[in-house]
C-alpha cells in the first residue's frame, strides 16, 4: 500500500516544498501508524521550513507539527489504543502524510471534528504551559499577550479568562474584534501608512 507525504527539499520559502509517494510506512515497537484526519498549520512550520526554528529537522523532512488521525496498525507492544481509534499527536514534523507513525498520543473523544480537534494540540497545550507552568498565573494578575490574534494567543486569552487574569493584547487593526470577543483589552491597533507620494505617515 502507498501512500503521499510532503517533503520539504531544502530550506527556504514555499517552492522547496514537494511531495513524493511510497510505500506506507511501518509502526515500530510501542509506536501506532495513523491515518492522518487533519495536521496543523501553524507559525513553526513556516520557521522550520525556513531553518530558523530551534527544534528544525535536518533536510529532507516532512513538516507538520500535530495530527489528528485514526489508529491504521498497532505497534508491537502498544496497549490501551485500538484500531480506527482517534488520536491526536504532536511530533514536531512528519504530519504532512496520509499516514504516519507516532510513539506518543492521546485519545480524541468522540464526536469532535478533526480539524477543530487539532487546532487544541499545539495552540492550547503552548499556552496553557506559558501561563501556568511558566508565569503561574493567578487571579487578578495583569497579563499582556503579544500576538494576541493569532492561534497561541487566542489560546491563550480564553485560558487566561478562565483563570481569572485581565488580559491585554498586541494585535493589529483586524484582530481588535477577535481580541475583544475573548475578553481581551487590544492595544498597539494603529497601523502606519505611507500616502503616494507623501513622506508623511498617517494613521
Not at 121 to 134: E, I, K, P
Not at 143 to 170: D, N, P
Request: with cysteine.
Amino acid at each position: 500500500m502507498r501512500h503521499t507525504r510532503v517533503v520539504v527539499t531544502h530550506y527556504g520559502g514555499p517552492e522547496v516544498i514537494t511531495t513524493i509517494e511510497e510505500d506506507i510506512p511501518v509502526p515500530k515497537p510501542d509506536e501506532v501508524r495513523v491515518k492522518v484526519l487533519a495536521a496543523g498549520v501553524s507559525l513553526p512550520d513556516v520557521l522550520a521550513r525556513e531553518g530558523v526554528h530551534p527544534e528544525t529537522p535536518r533536510v529532507p523532512y516532512t513538516p507538520g507539527w500535530d495530527l489528528v488521525g485514526t489508529i491504521h496498525q498497532l505497534g508491537e507492544g502498544v496497549t490501551g489504543f485500538e484500531l480506527h481509534q482517534i488520536v491526536a499527536a504532536m511530533p514536531i514534523h512528519g504530519c504532512y502524510a496520509q499516514y504516519a507513525c507516532i510513539p506518543q498520543r492521546v485519545p480524541v473523544p468522540k464526536g469532535l471534528d478533526a480539524a477543530e480537534a487539532v487546532a487544541v494540540v499545539l495552540n492550547y497545550l503552548t499556552a496553557y504551559q506559558m501561563l501556568h507552568r511558566s508565569a503561574k498565573a493567578r487571579p487578578g494578575q495583569r497579563m499582556l499577550i503579544h500576538g494576541a490574534a493569532g492561534g497561541v494567543g487566542s489560546a491563550m486569552l480564553q485560558l487566561a479568562r478562565l483563570a481569572g487574569v485581565q488580559m491585554y493584547g498586541t494585535c493589529a487593526a483586524q484582530g481588535a474584534t477577535v481580541v475583544r470577543e475573548l475578553g481581551g483589552i487590544p492595544i498597539g491597533l494603529q497601523e502606519r501608512r505611507l500616502r503616494e507620494g507623501d513622506s508623511s505617515p498617517y494613521g
